[in-house]
């Protein structure tokens, strides 16, 4: 008797086990929490020491277009404008591409050419930026000079380059989001009589509509947070754009050429911190707005 | 059981890693800053470590880093391009100042353009943008596109202190390395920009002369070519034990007068004048 009230009332190999579990995958995650917070905690810090210690003003950051920190001129708005235009262009320009291709792999190709198709675009996926941006400053800024004349860097040159890098990423989280449209759709479709082609548009394109919108959302935070490839081709000048050619800045490329020649806790560091700010809520942003939209436009 | 003995390596690893970081003895120098610089100190470094042993980590990062590294006491050795006073947020007394050599600075434009000398004057009313046509100074009609480099890199700052005398340099594009200007200077019709020497001879390039100056190492050691700047190795407070000790290296013949020649810096022991932070120059006495 007491043996079995024993074995029932101690705890199996397996309980203790089934423990040791959760606590490593809880410890996982307070790590990663910690670590999040920590790192918001540090660039809030950073980002709003221009404000709170140096007293600059923020409207002057989010309006003015002299970028000198050294003598305390912190319009960041040409870099603001630049980031938005080259994003929002290169994601026009991939946008019918990607759903083009994907309609391709999902609909028309046979298996084994879908099959290739994924591969060389994890490839393309996997190409390191700087040699997108070596490829734009050797072949795209010289054809943009040829075609809108001026130096050739700028705007036009980051979007184009831009284009390239985002087009994978927006093809294969498209095709993803079509394949998972159900056949029965297509087939209902195409027994009322539809053709294939308008079973594709009417039926499938409007069901996947959410899932492409987050394809493009996500394409346009890599091109947003691009830096080393659009600092090559984008001029580096803080000037507003005054077209597609001339050499202006956006906020990645000022970081990643500034921050080698400041030193912290001056006002030209905290300046670069309150851009990582900016580049940090616009990600934010676009995360929400993925949620708001794969939330609302399920299909049900 | 596979897996566990994954896990096992991949700890020993992170054990082995985490025990090498800590391990700091007094032999190890750490060297980080100016990207000019580092090609020269990671060579001297290489050569030093072959005769002496020790061990010398050098890394770029760019001037400013270099100087608020070894500041902070988190490196040996800050290399810059500037003057400590020059550079913002640097508590330039507690640092010690060792020149190492000195690096010219020419101005450079296209291949296609046909002007080949001008007066400083001209080249400060380039870069302010008061000068924006080659068909104002002689050349053919082709709109001036200036190349400036990234706000606050050591070789820009010497460019301001030495050409632009106070003068507000024009907003322009910006580029952050040698390399790559020298490559869009080549590749853009009209295009001026400035480098140092080491880069003079690349393609689809030529330098200007200044005021019938060639910009020569020979010009730079008399202050007949004016655009030119010390390199900096700091430490904080003087140096001890191997870090003197490399330092001393620096200065010794092997690399002043082979390593320096290659690179095409000029040997601190052969400049004739020296410059103050302010930009006075003044002939070097004998004896000194």
Known sequence: MDEIKQKLTSKSKQISEDRRGKILCYACLGLIVVLIISILYFIMNKGIATFTQDHLSIVEFLTGKQWNPNHHQIGALPMIVTSFLVTILAALIATPFAIGVAIFMTEYAPRKGTKALRAVIELLVGIPSVVYGYIGLMVVVPLVRKLIGGTGFGILAGTLVLFVMILPTVISLTADSLKAIPVNYRQAALALGATKWQAIYKIVLRAALPGILTAVIFGMTRAFGEALAVQMVIGNAVLMPKGLGTPTATLTSQLTSQMGNTVLGTVSNNALWSLALVLLLMSLIFNLLIRVITRKGAIK | ?288
């Open chain 2, 1 to 288: 059981m596979k897996k566990k003995t994954i896990i096992i390596i991949m700890l020993c690893m992170i054990v082995g890693f985490v025990g090498g970081c800590g391990n700091q003895t007094q032999n190890k120098i750490t060297v980080v800053g100016s990207t000019a610089l580092q090609p020269l100190v990671e060579k001297a470094a290489t050569e030093y470590q072959k005769e002496h042993g020790g061990n010398i980590t050098v890394q770029g990062g760019g001037s400013g880093t270099g100087l608020s590294q070894v500041q902070e006491g988190a490196v040996q050795i800050g290399d810059s391009d500037v003057f400590a006073q020059q550079q913002n947020g640097i508590r330039a007394n507690e640092l010690v100042d060792h020149k190492v050599a000195v690096a010219g600075i020419a101005p450079i434009v296209n291949q296609k353009v046909k002007v080949k000398n001008i007066t400083m004057q001209q080249l400060r009313e380039i870069f302010e943008g008061q000068i924006t046509n080659w068909k104002q100074l002689g050349g053919q009609n082709q709109k001036i596109v200036v190349i400036n480099r990234s706000k606050g890199s050591g070789t820009r700052v010497t460019f301001e202190s030495d050409v632009m005398n106070g003068w507000e340099m024009m907003n322009a594009q910006e580029q952050d390395s040698n390399g790559t200007v020298q490559q869009i200077v080549a590749n853009t019709p009209g295009a001026i920009s400035y480098i140092s020497f080491a880069y003079l001879r690349s393609q689809g390039i030529h330098p200007l002369k200044i005021d019938g100056v060639q910009p020569t190492t020979q010009n730079v050691a008399t202050n007949k070519w004016k655009i030119w700047s010390y390199e900096h190795m700091y430490t904080k407070g003087q140096p001890t034990g191997e870090t003197k000790k490399f330092l001393k290296y620096m200065l010794s013949t092997p690399v002043q007068h082979k390593m320096i020649k290659e690179m095409r810096y000029i040997s601190i022991h052969d400049m004739q004048v020296q410059k103050t932070i302010s930009g006075k120059v003044t002939p070097i006495k004998e004896g000194q």
